[in-house]
């Protein structure tokens, strides 16, 4: 089936199989590597990317179902050699360890921050409520999340 | 986890879908947000060879206050409900139950249709759904018809949907007063048991989920009560308690009496 | 301190990771890659009666299939540790095939795997594969696998023991011990068995070369040369310089990648068969059947105390599962890194630990973030609080009793245990004081006691733990079973403009090397970080290592590369004295250059490594170059330790147990990088608290793992968690040149008694005793109720 979508800003057409799920499409055909694959079933979170501004589990979308959205992954949130303020907050507070679910985290932040500009810790725990970390035990995750917001805010 | 191969047809409009759905019968299932269909599809547990996407169908996707109701539709995420106002103020019993549903990423692709559709025996909406006494309007070959929430649910993932039949919307009341407590089951975050109260003067309705394989009406507990709160040790009357891992019966069967009694006194 | 050392230098390789840039083995693709999908057991035990393949051969895109009943099918995995029995029988070691031939022992074990242009076509091929099964009773349990009926997992030994070790004090003195002592505590339980779950599912890649007959394997693991040893050596008798293993950025591990699996090797057979390179990524479902497991023991336990509460004698019985073949490391994990922990920080002057270790129809077990050290934890900081309650003692109170004092390891010596290992330095009392301060125990004593009169459980939970990282010298653990040395290789190559390449056998998935390693290096040579890279992870860039696990990394590794910029310097000296014509004896070397003392006469690094590469004014014999590698073996393992303090509430109604604060107190030595220890702690506990509160791989009776999935296993997400708050004194460790100790696993190793301290206390005046793990709600109201 053919479909046309925007990702990270430019447009794309792609002839691909229905059941080619949309993580599957950044991944293999993309070859956006950045979202990852945790669970394949919704699970934990690491595919989160963006659908026209909202956050979701690439694994458990079809690609066709994406025709005609704007996507955003990881690859898209710098803007050039400046990174995007969650980005920096990750790295500023040690939000990340082995990288493998930090997009997700870095995705499903964006999200969480549009909704809410000034979320309270307990709010940002409940947000991330979707996003497995084996790493961090989420400390730092929380934390880089309340600096990007104060940081987004100011 | 890739799903056996299928057919993606996306419906523009309803008399189509259910065109389409009547053309391959159990070969076919409707595609909302997909979230309780694709992980199975990809676990190989279900096995449509046609999938008929709904969700770019015009007016499916509105959230409208008609006469004295709020009226949901089927295609509305469940983040599009959490963030109405509407709903918010004239149906926060909703609110708070699309609240506990899944995480963001999930209320963002998960419908209300989807979720009614799939009759998870542990999902929120049913229970508040029985509470409030909502309406399942629906489409099928004979045209439009629609279900009394307390004809709907009818076993575990069944529902009175005919075979034909696709959920348009849902139509509620409007809720003064009424309140839904979940108690999370510690890995999926399905309810364990949810309980869904409305309460209007002296008199009450309970909808509970989870705690069979069919979610219920507690109507001995809506017999009991009148303003005291002991009515909730009757939860369980007439009921057949599941039992997993993670709540045995008795376990199970106390904590439905607990949230029972939390809900009617909240 | 340095310019580095000791500061929170934020991670070099956070820029990649947060850009999406990361390398993880599954986001490889090779030109003319195929795919590999597994057909695996529904079954934990049967015989495999006939495997049919025909029609999956049909299928559009296969390449090809293989069964147990071809090539590979003469190859197993081995096990790289020996633990005999305590009679002296040799361990019994079975036969790990790489695709189960007739008889299937775990659930999820391969019967076939299909090789396909496409994941897609291989997936759909796999299920075209019959496999007909008869299928035959299993045994899960480690303690009912001893049972004389218990169905065998191997049939030639006539029962499933795998060993019967033991350790410490002979029985009869420690039994004389208890039946004489004041009081006796004692304790049954399962320190129940949890599923590592790194986020990055396993993956591999195999290719093998025709024309220059040479294999490359991608793989997610932990120590890429151990597998390329394994695999060359000890599975396909393959030559060891015609392999390249590489090991790129790795999601997590935990100990579940440490292991040679057998798809690894299977793969790389194929990869030859096929003239093409194969990729299997496992997917979350085959995680839970097929990593290894952690934990798992059946423990009764009895510790004595006299009229003061001082410990008199501490007697041990466990049944530690191995599941259906012997993982890499797993015959150590119950003994070597458990029985030897059991000394903990007291002073307990008879100790007597034995182990069953019995072959179970599951997957294997092995080492998880801890591996034997959070068992042997679990149960003395337990029980040690179990007793208290029973002595009507306050639980900080029988720990300050009974704690070893403190001994820096050089002015006083290290401290002999009961259990075979020597102690390096150590102050407990210190952590534990330090602890209570943080929370502020008596006022929490005062303010449990009031909610408790307003009906609230409120609990508190202390865990004095020590662990032994950095597992070494290899002489030692080779005298103990081990089939490999456990030093470490850290080789120094500066090139000619004075940057600096640094190769380590150890390796990186989340711990930061990168940064940690630049910053000591740079501080001992003197130069920006900048000028320096850390290489790991690839066989042919690294000349050899043991990876990374048991907290050695820096320890062991660590020291490896000391040793090597040590002789960079030693060498750059007498090139510096040459070129400023002045005595060896009389330079000195600080910020990254050479000054003849009093002067200021200098050579620079850089001018220095320039001079070596372009060796024309040059001292005479003197070899060109500046590249020195070194083998650090250490003298001894090293011991960090810490208290751990939980503090819960637990809802009355329905047993649900609210996490309100964890204090983490820890000693692992020098520090390098604050920011990276607070991460590893916060981690590690975490991950203590979800086996504690949440996390139980739950097989049936038939062997069906009813918790595959995240519907069903429930691990910590972030609103289950508080902040976790930390602070450490520092006692370095005497025997290594950084004085560190290592603090990967300390977070894991603490936490789970303090949790399960804390909700024992919260419901004490109830009248309970002790919880099974994880103390899920429904175990908990069920508590409540007896």
Known sequence: MQISLTINGKSHSNDIEPRMSLVHYLREVMDLTGTHVGCDTSGCGACTITLDGNAVKSCTLLAVQADGCEIMTIEGMANGEQMHPIQEAFKENHGLQCGFCTPGMVMTAVDILKSNPNPTEEEIRHGLEGNFCRCTGYHNIVKSIQQAAEQLNS | MIPSKFDYIKASSISEAVKLLGKHGYDAKILSGGHSLIPAMKLRLNRPLVLIDISGISGMNTITEQGGEIIIGANCTHSQVLKSDLVKNKLNIVTQTVKCIGDIQVRNRGTIGGSLAHADPSSDYPATILACEAIIEVEGKNGSRTIDAIDFFQGIFTTSLAEDEIITAVRFPKVINGNYQKFFQSASRFAVVGVAVVKDGDSVKVGVTGVSDTPYRAIAVEDAYSGNSDAGSHAIDNIEVMSDHFADVEYRSHLAKVYVKKALEA | ?786
């Not at chain 3, 934990?44 to 099918?73: F, M, P, R, W």
């Not at chain 3, 092995?366 to 002595?391: F, H, N, Q, V």
């Not at chain 3, 002067?599 to 020195?628: M, N, Q, W």
């Not at chain 3, 100790?741 to 977070?747: C, P, Q, R, Y």
């Open chain 3, 1 to 786: 301190m340095g310019n580095f050392i000791g500061k929170s230098v934020k991670r070099r390789e956070d820029a990649r990771f947060l850009r999406g840039a990361g390398r993880y083995t599954d986001d490889i693709k090779l030109p003319k890659m195929t795919q590999a999908a597994f057909v695996r057991s529904p079954y934990a035990h049967a015989k495999v009666l006939n495997i049919d393949i025909s029609e999956a051969q049909k299928a559009d895109g296969v390449v090809a299939i293989y069964t147990g009943q071809d090539g590979c099918g003469a190859y197993g995995v081995p096990c790289g540790w020996q633990v005999n029995f305590k009679n002296g029988d040799t361990m019994r070691e079975p036969v790990h095939p790489l695709l189960a031939k007739d008889k299937i022992r775990h659930l999820g074990e391969a019967v076939a795997i299909v090789v396909a242009e496409t994941l897609e076509l291989a997936r759909d091929a796999a299920e075209l594969v019959e496999v007909d099964y008869e299928e035959l009773p299993a045994v899960t349990d480690p303690k009912k696998a001893m049972e004389p009926s218990a169905p065998l997992v191997h049939e030639e030994w006539g029962d499933n023991a795998a060993f019967d070790w033991c350790i410490g004090n002979d029985r009869t003195e420690v039994e004389a011990a208890l039946a004489s002592a004041h009081h006796v505590t004692e304790m049954e339980y399962r320190n129940h068995r949890v599923a590592p779950n790194a986020m990055e599912p396993r993956s591999y890649i195999a290719d093998y070369d025709i024309n220059a007959g040479k294999w490359t394997l991608y793989t997610s693991t932990q120590n890429p040369h151990l597998i390329r040893l394994l695999l060359c050596a000890f599975v396909l008798g393959i030559p060891e310089h015609k392999v390249r293993v590489v090991s790129y950025d790795v999601g997590g591990g935990f100990g579940s990648k440490i292991y040679h699996y057998t798809e690894e090797a299977l793969l790389t057979w194929i990869s030859k068969e096929i003239g093409r390179p194969v990729k299997w990524t496992s997917d979350r479902s085959e995680a839970f059947l097929t990593d290894a497991h952690g934990r798992d023991h059946v423990v009764h336990s009895k510790m004595g105390f006299d009229k003061d509460g001082k410990i008199v004698a501490h007697l041990t019985d466990e049944y530690c599962a191995m599941g259906a073949y012997l993982s890499t490391f797993a015959p150590a994990v119950p003994t070597y890194l458990h029985g030897t922990l059991f000394q903990g920080v007291y002073t307990t002057p008879l100790i007597h630990l034995n182990v069953v270790a019995p072959f179970t129809h599951t997957v294997v077990v092995d080492a998880y973030r801890g591996a034997g050290r959070p068992e042997a934890t679990y149960l003395l900081e337990r029980i040690i609080s179990k007793a208290a309650k029973e002595m009507k003692m306050d639980p900080a109170d029988i720990r300050f009793k009974n704690f070893i004092p403190p001994f820096d390891g050089i002015d006083e010596p290290g401290y002999q245990t009961q259990v075979a290992l020597q102690y390096d330095s150590g102050n407990y009392e210190g952590v534990l004081k330090r602890g209570l301060e943080m929370l502020g125990y008596e006022d929490f004593r005062k303010e449990q006691t009031k909610a408790r009169k307003n009906g609230k459980l409120l609990g508190v939970g202390i865990s004095t733990y020590i662990e032994g990282c950095g597992i070494a010298p290899s002489a030692v653990v080779g005298s103990l079973g081990a089939r490999a040395g456990l030093f470490e290789v850290g080789h120094v190559r500066v090139q000619p403009t004075g940057k600096v390449q640094v190769f380590t056998g150890t390796h990186s998935h989340g711990q930061g090397h990168e940064t940690v390693f630049a910053q000591f290096v740079a501080d001992k040579l003197g130069i920006p970080m900048d000028d320096i890279e850390i290489e790991h992870g690839d066989t042919d860039q690294v000349a050899f290592g043991m990876g990374t696990y048991g907290s050695r990394s820096l320890a062991v590794g660590g020291s490896a590369i000391i040793k090597s910029v040590e002789k960079v310097l030693e060498k750059g000296a007498k090139i510096a004295a040459h070129k400023l014509e002045a005595a060896e004896k009389d330079l000195e070397y600080a910020e990254g250059k050479w000054t003849v003392k009093g002067t200021d006469k200098s050579i620079s690094f850089g001018d220095v490594s320039l001079t070596a590469y372009v060796p024309h004014d040059y001292p005479e014999g003197l070899e060109p170059g500046l590249d020195f590698s070194s083998f650090y073996d250490p003298s001894n393992f090293t011991y960090p330790f810490g208290t751990h303090i939980a503090v819960v509430e637990v809802d009355k109604d329905t047993g649900k147990v609210d996490l309100q604060r964890f204090i983490a107190c820890d000693d692992v030595g020098n520090v390098m990088n604050p920011m990276i220890v607070d991460g590893q702690i916060q981690g590690g506990v975490v991950q203590g608290v979800g086996q504690a509160l949440l996390e139980e791989v739950v097989y049936d009776d038939s062997g069906q793992m009813i918790t595959g999935s995240y519907m069903d296993y429930a691990m910590p997400r972030a609103d289950d968690v508080p902040m976790i708050e930390t602070d450490r004194t520092v006692t370095p460790c005497p025997h290594n040149p950084l004085g560190v100790k290592g603090a990967g696993e300390a977070g894991a190793i603490g936490s789970t008694p303090a949790v399960v301290n804390a909700v024992v206390d919260a419901l004490s005046h109830l009248g309970v005793t002790d919880i099974q793990m994880p103390v899920t709600p429904q175990r908990v109201w069920k508590a409540m109720q007896n």
